[in-house]
């Protein structure tokens, strides 16, 4: 690696993946940090790992961590010295490349690589992982301050959606919060409470959906949110950070039909899956829009359907989380609600 750091010394490895162990790959960046070297320091999560034990066993989700670890490794090759940080998390230390650009095109190189991969032995898994990445000395000069920032990248990757790679710039990230379990629940909490205060409190119902509709793309950076009918798409927003302007009804019925009876909500983390069952004219047009992924939340009460909460990401296919698809269910329920007791149709409004 041409580092005197890994010269003449007895460095652990890890058990399970061969990798530096974080003693290690952490002293590493204080060697760096001491020595003045300019360097960037990542952290990469696999996405959604918890399902992975919970659905498939630790056995397979040993063998998870060690395949990503060897694909990272092989990715970043003598760019990037890899280290397992712990539990499902790596630490990546690359020496000499800080420029945006450069690491810019490293990561996304490097990404692609482990996107949506499917491990041997386990063919039902898509991998995906989520990169969170700050740099010395031009983001902060000591180690624990730039771990803080790598660790805000990786927190705005997660609330973005997962599967992405974000550089800390101070211009956007620096006012970033980090949250504990104990606050996500909280939130969790205060974000439902919301729902129904704001469609009890709009003096018409389609004040209440559409001041919804911005709190919900606001919070979980949707793209594109709406309710989509089988003939028509209302109340439509789209995020100021959306990749297009492009927000149309959907009119093939793929997606309404295949919303799940009990949940009440069917997603796709990658529209390009559609070519796979034979679903291109539905492709096409999400291509048209920009849609790399997309969810349906049914608005529902006594089994009267009123239509569906429609949510598009257009930066990138979005691994879709358990607790955005509960908010977005309690909305669609919520709304269902709202145009029961007052006697409206989504159309009337």
Not at 222 to 229: F, K, R, W
């Amino acid at each position: 690696m041409g580092d005197e750091f890994f010269s003449n010394k007895d460095l652990k490895t890890d058990f399970l993946t061969g990798l530096y162990t974080r003693d290690v790959i952490v002293d590493y960046a204080k060697h760096l940090i001491d020595t003045g070297a300019e360097f960037s320091l990542g952290l990469i999560d696999i996405d959604n790992f918890k399902n992975v034990n919970d659905n498939y066993g630790h056995t397979i989700g040993d063998h998870v961590i060690s395949f990503l670890a060897n694909r990272l490794k092989e990715s970043f090759g003598d760019r990037g010295v890899v280290g397992r940080f712990g539990g499902d998390e790596f630490m990546v230390v690359i020496k000499g490349i800080t420029e945006y650009d450069a690491i810019w095109s490293l990561l996304r190189e490097v990404h692609k690589s482990i996107d949506g991969v499917t491990p041997p032995g386990a063919q039902n898994l898509y991998l995906t992982c989520t990169f969170g990445l700050s740099r010395f000395p031009l983001d902060a000069d000591d180690y624990d301050s730039l771990f803080e920032l790598t660790d805000k990248a990786l927190y705005r990757g997660k609330i973005k959606g997962r599967n992405c790679f974000i550089i800390y710039l101070e211009s956007k990230h620096k006012n970033i919060q980090l949250h504990s379990a104990d606050d996500t629940t909280i939130s969790s909490m205060q974000m439902h409470t919301q729902i129904f205060r704001f469609l009890n409190s709009a003096p018409h119902v389609q004040d209440g959906i559409m001041d919804l509709l911005l709190f919900l793309g606001s919070n979980l950076m949707i793209d594109h949110l709406g309710v989509q009918t089988k003939k028509d798409l209302y109340f439509s927003q789209i995020h100021t950070l959306s990749n297009t302007e492009e927000f149309k009804s959907i009119t093939n019925p793929f997606f309404m039909e295949n919303v799940s009876p009990s949940m009440g909500v069917y997603y796709l983390n990658d529209t390009n899956n559609l070519e796979n069952i034979n679903q291109n004219e539905l492709l096409e047009e999400c291509k048209a829009q920009g849609i790399k992924s997309s969810l349906y939340a049914r608005i529902c009460y006594n089994d009267e359907v009123y239509g569906y909460i429609r949510a598009d990401s257009t930066s990138t296919a979005r691994i879709w989380q358990y607790k955005d698809m509960d908010l977005l269910i309690t909305a669609a329920n919520a709304i269902a609600m709202s145009l029961h007791y007052q006697n409206k149709k989504i159309e009337e409004l």
